[in-house]
């Protein structure tokens, strides 16, 4: 992963934890409702996938035992990994894309319900994306992948030459004859792996996006619904399809790209459709970003301003991101896809303790509390979600009392520590693990490896009934906590 230059090391700062009397009068303990939807709590645990599911996208022992340990943790929501809509092969990714999947998420809902005695509500990310491909042996592009057109042959004054010359002359030109013989897409295929993006219109399933993400989102709310999970998260953040549609970078010219307001039509068009299918009485809100944090992309002004359209449109939570994008992940080795948290919009998404003046923790607060006074000021109330690094009472309640957030997030603190919010409350916060901010949980992640915490490793591993990863050498669970420790 991408890390700031100044390379300064920072300690996680979690301050003073409260009593058990403090907790009870603090506002992230106090109730907040997301539409139709109460939350006993502001406390988030945001969507991590943890490559628990398998080829069929289906939730197994292992998703079910990972989310029963964050349950335990009683939490105001979870909210449930990236979950696809399209019933497609997606590797080891859940999927919410036929009805054959709501079953196994009935499942998931109860073991929730059940492990944190009915406290903690339970919410579903659902996301489409394109293609993405590996990065090719330079070889087999020339041989196979690469279609050979009239401008190579231009390009090389090779008009007689038969394509398989053409073929294997380029496999033989060095990089900067290369430059200047291939398209930009033609490099990137090379150089970094084919990659779809929203605005290939010539392409005609992108180009039908607008036709067919409305119905495939609100059938996947549909099923999320009829699995008794309390609500949906619409993916709109990251590297994803409809983050594509928001960036700045979308010049899409059929009216879904452009001006702002051409950016948000779709998001809108989707969350409306949903809205028709499922009705009013159903949490749907959205993730999306408060700073794309990269060149050319949206800055804090164009969320600011998707934030109030969406807050006007009904939505029931606005949870902020930032980063995490294509744009600038790093160059992936041969036989491996490009990963959208490798580069400096990576590093903004997940800050690790390796940092620059600013230092990796609440680097979104006072983004999220510009979108918020937006949303406020435009006369909505919808609650906003920060995340970014949070992991400290202090910091938390010192941000819900001035009013820039209503819901703290913590993603990697809580998988450290599932039980760290419930610590806090019950006054024993000096017991809580407190994540470092390695990023090994985020280096098994991009591996497609099962997540776990490297602090969780040295504890109980020889127990007998510990799950362990599949090398054998990690538990696939925090430890448990006795709360009459
Ligand atoms: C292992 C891992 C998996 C993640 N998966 C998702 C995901 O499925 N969807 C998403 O929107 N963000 C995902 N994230 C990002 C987190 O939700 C969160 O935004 C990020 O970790 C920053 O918050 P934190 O500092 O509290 O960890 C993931 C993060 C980690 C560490
Ligand atoms: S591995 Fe554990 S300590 Fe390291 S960043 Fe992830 S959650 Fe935090």
Not at 43 to 68: H, Q
């Amino acid at each position: 992963m991408w890390k700031p230059p100044e390379r300064i090391k920072y300690k996680p700062q979690p301050g003073l934890n409260p009593s058990a009397e403090e907790a009870r009068s603090a506002v992230m303990f106090t109730p907040v409702k997301l539409g139709p939807l109460s939350l006993e709590q502001r406390t988030w645990v945001p969507a991590m996938v943890p490559w628990r599911s398998n080829e069929d996208g289906f939730v197994t022992d292992d998703v079910l035992d990972w989310y029963e340990r964050f349950a335990k943790g009683q939490p105001g929501a979870i909210v449930i990994e990236a979950t696809g809509i399209r019933d497609i092969p997606s590797g080891p990714l859940l999927r919410i894309g036929d009805d054959r999947f709501i079953p196994g998420l009935k499942e998931l809902a109860d073991v929730v319900r059940s492990a944190s005695r009915g406290k903690t509500r339970l919410l579903i990310q659902i996301i489409d994306f394109l293609t993405i491909r590996r990065r090719p042996e330079p070889a087999k592009y020339f041989a196979r992948f690469l279609a050979v057109t009239d401008e190579h042959r231009e390009r090389l004054e090779a008009h007689d030459w038969t394509e398989q010359q053409i073929r294997e002359h380029l496999a033989g030109l060095p990089d900067a004859e290369l430059d200047t013989i291939l398209t930009e897409p033609e490099l990137e295929a090379l150089r970094m792996g084919y990659r779809e993006r929203v605005t290939d219109l010539h392409l005609p399933h992108v180009k039908n996006l607008p036709r067919v993400l409305p119905d495939l989102f609100a059938q996947a709310t549909r099923r999320a619904r009829e699995a008794g999970i309390d609500g949906v998260e619409l993916h709109y953040a990251h590297a994803y399809t409809m983050a594509s549609f928001l960036s700045a970078t979308n010049g899409r010219t059929d009216g879904y790209g452009g001006p702002r307001r051409n950016r948000v039509r779709l998001p809108l068009e989707i969350f409306q459709h949903i809205r028709n299918v499922v009705g009013e009485d159903y949490c749907v809100g959205c993730r999306f970003l408060s700073d794309e944090c990269i060149e050319g992309g949206n800055t804090v002004d164009d969320a600011r301003y998707f934030a109030v359209e969406f807050a006007r449109a009904g939505m029931d939570f606005l949870s902020l991101s930032r980063g995490g994008k294509f744009d600038d992940a790093k160059q992936p080795l041969v036989g491996w896809a490009a990963y959208p948290y490798t580069g400096r919009s990576g590093y903004e998404c997940m800050p690790g303790y390796i940092s620059d003046d600013f230092g990796p923790f609440g680097r979104n607060i006072e983004p999220v509390a510009q979108i918020k006074a937006a949303v406020n000021g435009a006369g909505y109330n919808t609650p906003v979600v920060v995340i970014g690094g949070i992991h400290g009472f202090q910091q938390a309640e010192a941000l819900l009392r001035e009013g820039k957030a209503d819901i703290i997030g913590a993603a990697r603190q809580s998988l450290a520590d599932p039980d760290w919010f419930l610590k806090l409350r019950l006054g024993k916060g000096d017991q809580v693990r407190v994540c470092e901010y390695t990023n090994y949980c985020e280096g098994l992640d991009t591996k497609h490896k099962q997540v776990t915490c490297q602090l969780w490793d040295r504890l109980q591993l020889a127990t007998q009934d510990v799950a362990l990863s599949r090398d054998g050498r990690r538990r696939l669970v925090a430890p448990e906590w006795d709360s009459s420790d």
